[in-house]
Structure formats: structure tokens, C-alpha cells
């Protein structure tokens, strides 16, 4: 009885369910449960720690890290538990906070798959030094030397990235804290031709017609009003230049409201295709750039030119230098 009270007293802890719920899908380490569960790393090990030593959870080396898998099996004499814990999750599988846990799963899982330190996992191809980074890098070099501009540049690694193939990056982020940070990338990669400003996506610290690219990554869905953040990206782009934007497509993930300050969930294709137009854009292509079967998360390539001399641009946002 004692051993029994213990157990359950373990299992009355809601953070503790979520872990043992996620480990049950897929097996993580420390690192990618916090991002799932969006807790300190400090109570996701002790929370784990205690989950293992009821013989709930075992942990294993993978490729330098340790990763954690539920015991679903009746290996510890949980078998009897873990059934009544399964019909909980199903029951419970509608739940929002439940359903925003999976949504980050997901991105944790693409994440690692995109990062091919992980591979070589039996069932996959091993292809050493096969990356994402280089080849992006690789196509860099088939660019001429563009003038960039990072508008809502967050820690700079696109920033850092770009600055690679352009002749010179304008760097911009409404955070002070955030540009520190990314400055600080900068600076350990190496990196000096990057100009650095503090300013909002609706009133850019940039001179008219000064880049040739504009870069819209993730940003505009922080955006108070996107529409005038489009508007001002095109002014600062010379005739003939682009503004390439990668946002979300619409979903109903609400949580990224208040744990990544989203304002806007995503937009519509049609609507990113409208407001772009609006903002004076020509050749405005939308398309689909990542989706994974099951991720509430789609990513969407948009791109647009700002017409040639002869035609101007509509006049809202053109008064900022």
C-alpha cells in the first residue's frame, strides 16, 4: 500500500502526465522535452528522475545524447498502470493544452529530422556531411552580391546566413536584448559586414530604394499590422528588387499567442497574396515551402517584385527614412 500511494502520488502531477504522455509517442532527451512542455530544463530532469526511479520511464545513449522512452510494457510491473494511463490519453486527446504539447512535438521532430546528426538511424540512409546548411550556402554562391535586408531578423542566424552571399546585411528587430544576441552570433561566426538597427516592421529605420532583398522570415505573423509592414518592405527595395517572405499558413495552434507572441495565426494563402499585391508588389507568387503530414504547421514561400521605373507604389508607407 505504501508503494502503491507513492505511485500514485507521483502520477498526480500534471506536468509529470504530459511527460510520460509524450515518451509513450516518441522517445526525446532533455532538451527537445523542454521545448515540448515549455518548462525550465531544471524541473523537466527532476521530473524525469523521479518517473525513472518508479521504472515509468528508461533512458538510453544515442549518438552523445541521452534519450527517454516510456516503459509501456509490463517489463517493471507497470503493465496494469500503463493501460489505464493509455485510455486517459485517449480520452484526453482533444484536450488544447494536449493538442498544443503535439503540435511542438511535431516541430521537434522535424527539427531533428532536418538535422542530419541524427542520422544513421537503422531504417535510413547514412550520407555523412550531408546538410541542409550547406547546401543553402551552395546556392548562396550562385547569387550575385545583394544588398539584404533581415526585417525581423530575431537571433540573426538567417542574418548570419545570408551575409554569407550578400554584399551587405541590414539587420532589423524591434528587441534590443534579441539584436544583442544576434550580434553576439555574429561576431563568433565571424561575421562584419551585417549593419545592425533597432526598429518595428511597420516604420523601418531604412532609406528608400536602398537593398535589393527584403526578407520576411517568421516575422510577419508578429506584425501589429502586416499589410503596412509589406507596404514598408517594398519602399526600401529598388525597382526590380524582391520581397521574399516565409510565414505560416493559417492554423488554430492559439498557445503561440502567448508562449511565441504571435498576433496573427498564420494567414490564408489567398490573403498573403492580397496584401503583398497591395503593397505594390508585382509577380506575386505564393506556394507551399514545408508540410508535414499531421503538423498543424505549414510553411509558405511567398515572393514579389517591385515594379520597374514608370509605375509607383502605393503611397502608404513611403514617408519613413
Not at 69 to 97: C, H, K, P, Y
Request: hydrophobic fraction near 45%; charge should be positive; proline fraction near 3%.
Amino acid at each position: 500500500m505504501i508503494a502503491a500511494s507513492a505511485l500514485y502520488r507521483l502520477l498526480g502531477d500534471d506536468v509529470r502526465l504530459r511527460i510520460l504522455r509524450v515518451l509513450a509517442a516518441e522517445r526525446l532527451n532533455v532538451t527537445e522535452l523542454t521545448a515540448v512542455l515549455g518548462i525550465a530544463q531544471s524541473g523537466v530532469s527532476r521530473h524525469l528522475g523521479l518517473l525513472k526511479e518508479a521504472g515509468l520511464i528508461a533512458e538510453r545513449r544515442e549518438g552523445g545524447y541521452t534519450y527517454y522512452r516510456a516503459t509501456a510494457d509490463d517489463a517493471n510491473g507497470n503493465g496494469a498502470v500503463w493501460q489505464l494511463l493509455s485510455r486517459q490519453f485517449e480520452d484526453a486527446a482533444g484536450d488544447a493544452a494536449l493538442r498544443a504539447d503535439d503540435a511542438r512535438l511535431k516541430e521537434v521532430l522535424r527539427l531533428r529530422k532536418e538535422s542530419f546528426a541524427a542520422h544513421g538511424v537503422e531504417g535510413r540512409q547514412l550520407v555523412p556531411g550531408r546538410s541542409w546548411a550547406a547546401w543553402a550556402r551552395a546556392l548562396g554562391l550562385l547569387l550575385p552580391p545583394l544588398r539584404v535586408a533581415d526585417l525581423g531578423c530575431g537571433e540573426g542566424y538567417l542574418t548570419v546566413e545570408a551575409a554569407r552571399w550578400a554584399s551587405r546585411v541590414i539587420a532589423v528587430d524591434r528587441s534590443p536584448q534579441v539584436l544583442a544576441r544576434a550580434r553576439d552570433l555574429a561576431r563568433r561566426r565571424r561575421v562584419r559586414n551585417i549593419l545592425w538597427k533597432r526598429g518595428e516592421l511597420e516604420s523601418l529605420p531604412i532609406a528608400d530604394r536602398s537593398v535589393d532583398v527584403a526578407l520576411l522570415s517568421q516575422a510577419l505573423h508578429h506584425a501589429e499590422e502586416p499589410g503596412r509592414a509589406l507596404h514598408e518592405a517594398a519602399r526600401i527595395v529598388v525597382a526590380g528588387g524582391r520581397v521574399l517572405i516565409l510565414e505560416l499558413r493559417q492554423h488554430d495552434q492559439a498557445w503561440v499567442r502567448e508562449r511565441l507572441g504571435d498576433r496573427w495565426l498564420g494567414f490564408p494563402d489567398a490573403d498573403l497574396v492580397r496584401l503583398m499585391k497591395d503593397a505594390g508588389l508585382t509577380d506575386v507568387q505564393v506556394r507551399t515551402g514545408a508540410r508535414l503530414t499531421g503538423d498543424p504547421f505549414t510553411v509558405l514561400i511567398g515572393c514579389g517584385t517591385v515594379p520597374r521605373e514608370g509605375h509607383t507604389l502605393p503611397t502608404e508607407g513611403r514617408k519613413r527614412k
